[in-house]
């Protein structure tokens, strides 16, 4: 809607940030001001510190974001990999076909994420797939719940690519396997940047799931974000939490980079 008047843009200015200031911003500068926190006794920490981050950047705190960086790399590209790979074969299926995958693929998201963590538990604790106890069940678990958002993602970006580049590629004697490589999956780079970005940072802040499969030599950091919050540590568990925003920011500002690389080709 448009608004010509000054006084009413005025007021629309005002409510948003009446409604975006406590509901979205306060929330992340409480947590900002606790991360510095030595002791909190008002409205503002009354003592301010940098010993929560220099906890939360040594030992097992540190381990933990790597933890979790991994495992987020491993199951984003795992989930560009099969929900690539499945948008473009449903995109050759008839329609019933289509909506049976598209049911596959949402299901993960539309139950919640602790139930696909105790079917993973029980489908992989007994031979001849025995991943309970070792990390790769935490990986698998985070793919699974975040193939869902790549394989809609792409399935969207397919519905809006002109057939006419792959067209024209065919009728000048490319194999299937060519266009696939040289047309249409360069076109769609800027598509899979987004969500590779978007799974990336879904793996980076799960937790429920997590929290029955993994491991003690595989702890991620909101796991460990939630052990310290637990046990009343609950400055440090914000210097965490700081870090682990600030990692997926870092992360989600690079494959951005790459995204508007991509669309500038």
């Not at 979790?68 to 008839?94: F, I, Y």
Request: proline letters at 6%; one cysteine or more.
């Amino acid at each position: 809607m448009l608004v010509h008047s000054r006084g009413a843009r005025a007021a629309l200015h005002a409510v948003f940030f009446a409604l975006f200031l406590p509901v979205f911003a306060l929330p992340f500068a409480v947590v900002l001001a606790a991360s510095f926190a030595g002791n909190w006794s008002g409205a503002l920490p009354s003592s301010w510190t940098l010993g929560n981050y220099t906890a939360a950047v040594s030992g097992d705190s540190l381990q933990a974001l790597n933890t979790s960086l991994v495992t987020a790399a491993v199951a984003s590209a795992a989930a560009l990999t099969a929900g690539t790979w499945a948008a473009l074969a449903a995109q050759r299926l008839g329609r019933r076909a289509r909506t049976a995958v598209d049911a596959v693929f949402m299901l993960p998201v539309a139950v919640p994420s602790v139930v696909v963590g105790l079917a993973l538990l029980v489908a992989f604790s007994a031979p001849p797939l025995l991943l309970n106890g070792t990390r790769w069940i935490v990986m698998l678990a985070h793919a699974v719940l975040v193939t869902a958002f790549a394989y809609q993602s792409l399935t969207a970006a397919l519905a809006r690519l002109d057939p006419a580049y792959e067209q024209a590629a065919a009728g000048l004697g490319g194999r299937p396997g060519y266009v696939l490589w040289k047309v249409k999956l360069p076109l769609l780079l800027p598509s899979l940047g987004a969500a590779a970005g978007l799974c990336f940072a879904l793996s980076m802040g799960e937790l429920s799931a997590t929290m029955m499969l993994y491991p003690p030599d595989w702890l991620p950091l909101p796991v460990r974000i939630f052990a310290s919050t637990d046990r009343g540590a609950l400055y440090t568990g914000a210097a965490l939490a700081v870090l682990l925003m600030a990692a997926t920011l870092t992360a989600l500002v690079l494959l951005s980079r790459v995204r508007s690389r991509a669309e500038q080709r």
